[in-house]
């Protein structure tokens, strides 16, 4: 009987269906074949240019392979042709092409073979993948043995060898980024080893490499003499003073014949200035000496000298010498011209300068200069009182002299020299009725020396006359010997020879004068930076013009100085002066000791 089916008949016959389809569905999922992700090893994360890469690479093994199967059937080839039937994408390049075709047990991570592919060289080579945190991990252990090794290498390598010799080759960590670090790659295409930032402070320094200290720390030059006097900026000199106080204990107070012993206190103050300009130099030199009993004879007396030199340099190579002096000094108890029964000596003055023009032409030196000296002398005080003029002693000396020299060497230089001269009295005729004014006339031949600080200086020897214009009188003339000489046989130790003659005039009655020779030999020796000792010895020879008399006077001296800093130092010095005369009532002998204090800026 034909009718509607019963609703839960339709509904049995549905499941049933369902159930078929679905185990349909299961058998073609489990159904075995190669899964394409297996086909390529894929392992983590890959980018795209790797995977086309490494199909590239398959595809050109497929060409190579293929032209050297060549024997192989048609049939077999159109067969395996037939069989493969390859998805078609929706999108390009999702899966590699028929002639891209590769092993699928090759892995694309492979380093690419040797092709003769023209486009080889062109194809962007595969990045290398990420490694995994147990990679990462073995690389870094990896890396901290090859660090101790080459540091072991470094150890035995000879110090003329760099840090960068021994950068082990061996193996290296594979880099983190998508390009390789130049610097890490060796010439041979080897991978070199980063080395830590550490091991460049552990590296050997090289031992001929001298280390370079700071500044501050920097060893300062020695200074030739660590105790001279540093000296004050005034302007543009630099003024170096000295103040030395002192006592003396001598056994002739006044060095004459009827002197006696006593105790002196010495003050001496002296001082230099040095000019600071940058072309032409200038120099003040000058001394004071006060002297004042304590016990014993009595003496109170002051003396002292200015000096000042200028050098100018000036067109077509001319140089300008111009000198300035002034000195007060009493009259010596020991003159010829002393006056006896005086309570005081008169006080001479002079006042004196030069100028001086200087011109080179070849080996030629030329020296013209002019001089003026004008001494004026003070009233005498007698032990009754009345005081004694001295006008008749005033006097100006003008003088020129012409100096010739050619140079044979830089060092030696010999001169002829000729001087002029007139000696005016402020008096024309003096008390005893005598005209003294006179004429100077000399010649004189020497050597000059310059050999830098081993011998500096010049001598020299000739005639020198003076003829009074009193007819009564004879004039004063004599050899002429001048001699200023410094020698230093080694360092620290300083001769100098000195030598001077000089034309002493007088106003005794029926007397010319006298004819002064003076030599003295000096010695300086630094026997430490902070102790000098100076020694020097004197010789005199006065010969009277007219007669046979004459004297002669040795002297002798020795000295220390011992500084306590560079600012202050203790003195000491002993002395000897012996007179003796054919003349009656000169002779006379006179030892001193000397100990003061010596301070200096």
């Known amino acids: 009987m034909s009718g509607p089916q019963p609703e839960t008949k339709r509904g049995r016959k549905g499941m049933a269906v369902g159930a078929l389809l679905m185990a349909a569905s299961v058998l073609a999922l489990l159904r075995p074949g190669p899964v394409f992700a297996q086909e390529t090893e894929l392992r983590g994360e890959v980018s795209e240019s790797a995977i086309l890469t490494d199909q590239q690479r398959k595809a050109r093994q497929l060409r190579v392979q293929g032209s050297q199967d060549q024997g192989t059937p048609a049939t077999q080839t159109a067969g395996d042709q ?22 699928a047990a090759a892995s694309i991570f492979d380093q690419p073979q040797a092709t003769d592919d023209p ?24 890396t901290k043995s090859d660090t101790k090794v080459a540091d072991k290498k470094k150890a035995k390598k000879k110090p003329g060898q760099t840090a960068d010799s021994t950068v082990s080759t061996a193996s290296t960590a594979a ?46 030059k020695p200074e030739d003499d660590p105790f001279a006097a ?17 006592f003396t204990a001598t056994s002739n107070a006044d060095a004459s014949s009827g002197g006696r012993p006593a105790v002196l206190s010495e003050t001496a103050l002296r001082f230099s200035a040095t000019s600071d300009w940058r072309e032409n130099s200038a120099v003040i030199d000058g001394y004071g000496l006060f002297r004042n009993t304590l016990s014993g004879q009595k003496i109170n007396d002051a003396r002292g000298r200015i000096e000042g030199q200028l050098n100018v340099d000036l067109d077509h190579e001319l140089r300008a010498i111009a000198k300035l002096g002034y000195e007060a000094v009493p009259e010596s108890a020991s003159s010829p011209d002393a006056i006896a029964g005086v ?30 000296t004008h001494d004026f002398y003070g009233d005498a005080k007698l032990s009754d009182g009345t005081v004694l003029s001295q006008k008749d002693r005033d006097a100006t000396l003008y003088s020129a002299t012409l100096r010739t020299g050619y140079q044979v060497s830089p060092a030696i230089t010999p001169f002829a020299e000729v001087e002029a001269g007139r000696r005016v009295y402020d008096l024309r005729v003096d008390s005893n009725g005598f005209a003294r004014s006179s004429t100077r006339l000399g010649a004189r031949a020497g050597l000059e020396l310059d050999m830098d600080e081993k011998l500096s200086g010049e001598f020299s020897v000739g005639w020198l006359r003076e003829a009074i214009d009193d007819d009564r009188l004879p004039a004063n003339a ?31 009655a029926g007397l010319s004068g006298d004819v002064l020779y003076s030599g003295r030999l000096t010695g300086e020796r630094q026997v430490r930076a902070n102790l000098t000792a100076n020694s020097s010895l004197g010789l005199d020879w006065r010969d009277y013009t007219g007669s046979d008399g004459h004297d ?14 560079r600012y202050a130092g203790l003195t000491t010095r002993v002395r000897t002066e012996k007179l003796t005369s054919n003349l009656a009532g000169r002779d006379y002998v006179a030892n001193s000791v000397y100990l003061g204090l010596k301070v200096q800026r």
């Open 119 to 142: 486009f080889a060289d062109n194809q962007t080579p595969a990045r290398p993948r990420r490694p995994s945190t147990a990679r990462q991990r073995t690389a870094d252990a990896n």
């Open 82 to 103: 037939t069989l493969a039937n390859p998805y078609q994408p929706e999108s390009p390049g999702a899966v590699p092409d028929d002639d891209q075709t590769a092993d």
């Open 478 to 508: 004599g050899p002429y010997v001048n001699a200023d000489l410094k020698w230093s046989p080694e360092r620290g130790t300083i001769i100098g020879l000195t030598g001077r003659t000089t034309i002493e005039s007088t106003t005794t």
């Open 175 to 220: 880099p983190t980024g998508d390009k390789a670090d130049p610097a890490a790659t060796g010439d041979d295409g080897t991978n070199r080893r980063a080395v830590t930032i550490d091991s460049v402070d552990r590296q050997k320094l090289d031992p001929g490499a001298e280390r370079t200290g700071s500044i501050e720390g920097q060893k300062a």
């Open 552 to 565: 002669l006077i040795l002297s002798a001296e020795a000295g220390l100085t011992w500084w306590l800093n």
């Open 230 to 246: 540093p000296g004050i900026k005034v302007g543009t000199f630099v003024f170096r003073p000295t103040l030395e106080q002192g």
């Open 343 to 372: 309570t005081s000596q008169p006080l001479r003055q002079t006042v004196d300068g030069s100028l001086g023009i200087e011109k080179d032409v070849g080996k030629m030196r030329y020296t013209l200069t002019g001089a003026v």
